[in-house]
């Protein structure tokens, strides 16, 4: 059972680029977390998301962010026009359905932007 | 809203003793789960250990304990006969209990064991 994966593991990309995360939860999971961890910091929740619902978005910075969970396919972080304050460790967990203390994390997308 | 603190930003311990972190938490909910987890120079966040609120019994995993304090709001990382391979961040995270939610982490415990 392959463990919760994400892609690319390191991005980097100029000041003004758009960067996009992916993420594939584990197998029959269906709700994925988005966590953000800037250097020498803790992880810092950004966003829920269920299939193609987005359930708590309170983390994410209002503008330049967006997050989908779509019916097929790995949940997406976009970041567009990228500014060197998003460079950080983005973290992907996901859960299974009604538990609470159940969230797998994968290894995290390292966002270098220059 | 629920607030984690760890109040040791760093932490050495020479190999093969043991070593408490410290972790004090902020909560109005009766019904909660609380994590350590560890984070390795890899940046893998890699479950510890973990404790529900109602129960009283503190969790033990191996070399790995807790001193959970429900009145006091603590909830310290005991690492017994530390190894080299404990050297990491520890993060403590707390998380409701009343369907899928977010965790909240505190900043971080650096820890080095030193040979």
Redesign the interface.
Do not use: W
């Given at each position: 059972n392959a463990g919760v994966m994400q892609n690319p593991r390191h991005l980097v990309r100029r000041r003004g680029q758009e960067a996009r995360l992916r993420c594939s939860p584990m197998k029959g999971h269906s709700?994925v977390?988005w966590?953000r961890q800037l250097p020498e910091?803790?992880?810092?929740?950004m966003v829920?998301l269920q299939k193609e619902n987005i359930?708590?978005e309170s983390?994410m910075p209002k503008e330049r962010f967006s997050a989908e969970f779509p019916k097929e396919g790995p949940s997406i972080l976009r970041i567009q026009q990228v500014v060197r304050g998003d460079s950080a460790?983005y973290?992907c967990?996901s859960?299974p359905?009604?538990?609470?203390?159940e969230?797998y994390?994968g290894?995290?997308t390292?966002l270098t932007v220059t | 809203a629920q607030t984690v603190t760890q109040s040791q930003p760093e932490m050495s311990v020479q190999e093969a003793e043991t070593v408490t972190l410290s972790c004090t938490y902020d909560t109005s909910e009766n019904n909660y789960?609380l994590?350590w987890y560890k984070q390795p120079p890899?940046?893998?966040?890699i479950l510890v250990i973990?404790q529900?609120a109602y129960k009283q019994q503190n969790a033990t995993e191996n070399r790995f304990s807790v001193n959970f304090q429900k009145a006091a709001k603590s909830f310290s990382l005991k690492i017994s006969d530390s190894q080299l391979g404990d050297t990491a961040m520890y993060?403590c995270a707390f998380?409701?209990?009343?369907?899928?939610?977010?965790?909240?982490?505190?900043?971080?415990t650096r820890l080095t064991i030193i040979p």
């Open positions: 709700h977390y966590y910091e803790g992880l810092k929740f829920y359930i708590d983390g460790a973290f967990a859960s359905v009604g538990l609470a203390d969230q994390f290894p995290g390292r | 789960y994590f890899s940046r893998q966040m973990r529900e993060f998380i409701p209990n009343f369907g899928n939610e977010k965790l909240t982490f505190g900043t971080g």
